[in-house]
């Protein structure tokens, strides 16, 4: 069974400072990755999305970067946190291939301030 | 502008009722996906259609394979933890795998 992991659960940072959030998705190769952002109350909106290790497509770029390392990882960054940046963030994965399913992760909740 | 338009936003029911929620798309859609997001945040997947109509005990969803501008999601015999926040998100034909949600339904079921 496939299983996906966000870490970490939490965080609360300072405006300007940087950010890393990390997804691993294990017991499926080569899945579709994205990553989309709520603020609070509000809907999602898809980010990024990586179909293959080394490739990412931005959808919105909200001043935050992505990158996919490994085939089972994806990982969501910034040098320099916003207050706009506030939100909570998830990760999912899809098989390879266009139009499927999306699981998601757990989520990670940021607060900026 | 957005192109999922959920409807209602908010809906409060009593045990045992039915009820359905709406999506309307405003250009056709690939497939849609249903969700429902507890507490906690995380997103539930409930249904994906890329046609017709899928049946999960008290949940039924349907998607418009016709003009495949909207979709329902109905839920029968409601009860207390049916309580959450649903979202539908649909996939534009040719887009990648971008995924577009909707702003989301408020269900609260009481006794």
């Known amino acids: 069974a496939q299983t996906i992991h966000q870490w970490p659960v939490a965080e609360i940072k300072a405006v300007g400072s940087p950010l890393s959030l990390g997804c691993t998705i294990k017991?499926?190769?080569?899945?579709?990755l994205y990553w989309y952002w709520q603020a609070t109350g509000g809907t999602l909106q898809q980010l990024f999305y990586s179909i293959t290790v080394g490739q990412v497509e931005s959808v919105v770029q909200l001043n935050l970067s992505a990158s996919r390392p490994k085939d089972d990882q994806f990982i969501l960054s910034t040098e320099k946190l916003l207050l706009s940046h506030s939100g909570f963030y998830l990760c999912?994965?899809?098989?390879?291939?266009?139009?499927?399913?999306?699981?998601f992760g757990p989520g990670t909740r940021l607060l900026v301030l | 502008g957005d192109q999922v338009e959920q409807s209602p936003s908010a809906l409060s029911l009593h045990e045992g009722t039915d009820s359905a929620l709406r999506c309307n798309f405003t250009?056709?859609?690939?497939?849609v996906q249903w969700f429902r997001q507890n507490s906690r945040g995380s997103l539930i997947s409930l249904f994906y259609l890329a046609s017709g109509t899928k049946e999960n005990g008290r949940l039924k969803s349907a998607f418009d394979s016709k003009e495949r501008r909207y979709s329902t999601l109905h839920i029968r015999d409601a009860q207390l933890e049916d309580s959450g926040t649903y979202f539908c998100a649909a996939m534009q034909q040719g887009t990648g795998s971008k995924l577009s949600f909707g702003k989301g339904a408020k269900l609260t079921v009481s006794p």
């Open positions: 017991g499926k190769s080569s899945p579709n």
């Open positions: 250009t056709t859609m690939r497939s």
């Open positions: 999912a994965w899809s098989r390879t291939g266009e139009g499927d399913t999306q699981y």
